[in-house]
């Protein structure tokens, strides 16, 4: 009974790091089966505490504390336990949906890329999305579809195309805090100082096309996540709208964001289509 208390303590962290972090993501976990509500939790919970350590830790060993975290990680899953409750929540997980560990270092990867002022090329750019978003859309497919690989396999690359736009999308709504409190830019060949509307441009119309892939796999979803998947992507597309009608100007001067009154709409619109079935 204690141990179940402590594992259903460590879910409530997970939890509460992910509210307090993301509003938007938050919404679409609610509209998940709340069998699998808690696993998804845990696996938002992990990827934010290794984002926190290499985006706000400035003051201390950020990479000295990232490796620790990987180590630590990597420990729990093997012993199926931790004191850390972020890190016992995700072994939870891990293990019992049989999360591969490729996924996990991918993650760390890019994780690692962002301790070092990087360059990005296409393939360095390709190999950080992969790492800190598409793998992350995979872990929750694979907590989605509960052991049928078959329907994994089947909308892997779909999962895939909606991590990459919800990252991207981040990158251009973030462009100017990434800029000047970390000196990063991750679109290749992009000059921040030169941030033209036909480089904005062409970047959304990179981020369109993966929406448009993703949403075929989104309507073949099983039913315990295919609304919770659905709100999310209504919100980040909605977002990228209104990215698309801002100038290029003022994505280098300010963030932009989509209002809790809009979510709602968006939210209530999203239901009405979900009942009708016409997604």
């Given at each position: ?37 808690w ?19 400035h ?17 729990a ?17 891990v ?43 995979l ?38 805090s ?18 033209t ?12 096309n ?16 295919r ?51 016409i997604?």
């Amino acid at each position: 009974m204690s141990f179940q208390l402590f594992n259903q303590t460590s879910h409530e962290c997970s939890k509460l790091i992910t509210n307090r972090y993301s509003t938007s993501f938050s919404l679409g976990i609610n509209l998940l089966e709340e069998e699998i509500q808690w696993a998804v939790y845990s696996v938002y919970g992990f990827v934010r505490f290794a984002d926190e350590i290499v985006d706000t830790f400035h003051q201390f060993d950020k990479s000295n504390l990232l490796a620790r975290f990987k180590k630590e990680t990597y420990t729990a899953i093997d012993e199926e336990i931790s004191l850390n409750p972020i890190l016992n929540s995700f072994q939870i997980v891990v293990n019992k949906y049989k999360i591969d560990h490729i996924l996990i270092e991918a993650f760390f990867t890019s994780m690692e890329m962002d301790l070092e002022k990087v360059e990005y090329d296409d393939e360095k750019y390709n190999e950080y999305i992969y790492g800190s978003a598409e793998v992350v859309g995979l872990m929750c497919l694979q907590v989605f579809c509960k052991g049928d690989k078959t329907k994994y396999d089947e909308l892997k690359s779909p999962a895939r195309k909606l991590g990459a736009a919800f990252q991207k999308v981040n990158f251009l709504r973030d462009l100017k805090s990434d800029f000047d409190e970390r000196e990063r830019i991750y679109f290749p060949g992009i000059d921040f100082d030169n941030f033209t509307a036909q480089s904005k441009k062409q970047i959304e119309a990179d981020i369109r096309n993966d929406f448009k892939e993703a949403f075929s796999g989104i309507i073949k979803l099983p039913l315990n996540c295919r609304f919770g998947v659905y709100t999310a992507y209504k919100y980040y597309y909605n977002l990228l709208l209104k990215i698309e009608r801002t100038p290029a100007k003022k994505i280098l001067r300010s963030r932009i964001r989509v209002s809790n009154p809009h979510k709602v709409y968006l939210l209530l619109k999203s239901y009405s289509r979900y009942q009708l079935n016409i997604l």
